[in-house]
């Protein structure tokens, strides 16, 4: 019984042996899944850090974009005087004002103007209307001078129009670039 006993003794020790390899290895490859996950987990964190940032900038620049665009909106640039004369034309018609551009002067200076002489005929109402919604457009616009005086019905023949008033305005252009 003795070399069954022996052999058996010799069997559990290899066999404790084993498990115990077979523990420690286990046990190694859990801790080494474990760094690698905290790796990953942190990876993970930076790149969400980035993604929300960037999408903070994205906003961020959207916002300016608009902001941008009511800047431009309310200057009138030396590359856009086209679209500020159309700007004038546009409020004279949904005022139902004829409106004839006199003159303009291009300020040679920064610190001079953009000024246009505007000559303007119908009612008196359109014509005031017309005034209170040219100074409170985004543009800055400043009526310098402005006088309003009825025709006479010689002057409304020669001229060719049916309207009864007619008014001159020196406007300065304050947000010119």
Request: glycine fraction near 4%.
């Amino acid at each position: 019984m003795t070399k069954k006993f022996a052999k058996s003794l010799v069997i559990v020790i290899l066999l404790n042996g084993f498990l115990a390899a077979g523990w420690f290895l286990f046990f190694n490859k859990v801790k080494s899944s474990q760094a690698r996950s905290a790796q990953l987990q942190k990876e993970i964190s930076e790149s969400e850090n980035r993604i929300e940032s960037v999408n903070v900038l994205k906003k961020t620049l959207e916002e300016l974009e608009t902001e941008r665009q009511a800047i431009e909106k309310a200057v009138v640039a030396e590359n856009d005087l086209v679209g500020f004369i159309e700007f004038l034309e546009s409020l004279a018609r949904k005022n139902d004002v004829d409106l004839a551009i006199g003159s303009a002067f291009l300020p040679q200076k920064k610190e001079e103007a953009l000024s246009f002489n505007l000559n303007l005929a119908g009612s008196f109402a359109a014509l005031a209307r017309f005034n209170i919604l040219l100074e409170n457009s985004p543009f800055g616009i400043n009526v310098e001078t402005s006088q309003i005086r009825k025709m006479s019905p010689d002057e409304k023949k020669t001229k060719k129009t049916s309207k009864d008033w007619e008014a001159v305005f020196k406007i300065n252009i304050l947000n010119y670039l």
